[in-house]
């Protein structure tokens, strides 16, 4: 069956970078595009980009730009986002998720999530 | 940005009965080369990551119980759920991905009377 996995919980100070991890399983990774959305505490959802997995193409929301990158290894079948100069109001649940249409970019609806990563910011 | 307005912000509903949700866009999702309303529905528990139930504006997602149905075109959107059971305890989101950046609605928080 088809599984996103992300990696744990983070804890960073305002001004750090993160990065996280989304493994897949139960597909061909380099089929479907991946992408990253995330939910402040008690509030809605946030598409953040897209990434390719095949081609490594990857487009932001213009809201990110210059300060995320998505990035994958096909080997081990996980895409990746990184975070940098965050502060107090990125602290939220990050998802990573597949789109339901292959090579569809950010015009897609998402049929499989991750159970989401949570990143805190504070000093 | 497209803006997704949804309605209302919560609603309680007696088990076995209707509840219906309504979803407007700030400008029309339906792409006609395909068409198709770039328009999907989601289902959020919880703790629990959003889960698709429409795509399409009205296909549902293989699994999504036929309780759950989804309707309209270009701005105007509804979710139905026929006969309300208990799981159905939950927010529900619209989202568009007819423009990037894609959008969603703020949430509808769906109880039992």
């Known amino acids: 069956q088809v599984q996103l996995v992300q990696s744990g919980a983070e804890v960073k100070k305002p001004g750090a970078s993160v990065k996280l991890s989304c493994k897949a399983s139960?597909?061909?990774?380099?089929?479907?595009?991946i992408s990253w959305l995330r939910q402040a505490p008690g509030q809605g959802l946030e598409w953040m980009g897209w990434?390719?997995?095949?081609?490594?193409?990857?487009g932001y929301a213009q809201k990110f730009q210059g300060g995320v990158t998505m990035t994958r290894n096909t080997s081990i079948s996980t895409a990746y986002m990184e975070l940098s100069g965050l502060r107090s109001e990125d602290t939220a649940v990050y998802y990573c998720?597949?789109?339901?249409?292959?090579?569809?970019?950010?015009?897609?609806?998402?049929?499989?999530w991750g159970q989401g990563t949570l990143v805190t910011v504070s000093s | 940005d497209i803006v997704m307005t949804q309605s209302p912000d919560s609603l309680a509903v007696s088990l076995g009965e209707r509840a219906t949700i309504n979803c407007k866009s700030s400008q029309s999702v339906f792409y006609s080369s395909i068409n198709k309303n770039q328009l999907g529905w989601y289902q959020q528990k919880p703790g629990q990551p959003p889960k698709l139930l429409i795509y399409s504006a009205s296909t549902r997602e293989s699994g999504v119980p036929d309780r759950f149905s989804g309707s309209g075109s270009g701005t105007d959107f509804t979710l139905t759920i026929s006969s309300l059971q208990a799981e159905d305890v939950a927010v529900y989101y619209c989202?568009?991905?007819?423009?990037?950046?894609?959008?969603f609605g703020r949430g509808t928080k769906v109880e039992i009377k």
């Open positions: 998720a597949r789109g339901g249409v292959p090579g569809s970019r950010s015009w897609n609806y998402y049929d499989y």
């Open positions: 139960g597909y061909t990774f380099t089929t479907y595009d």
């Open positions: 990434m390719n997995p095949d081609s490594a193409d990857a």
């Open positions: 989202q568009q991905y007819y423009n990037s950046p894609q959008t």
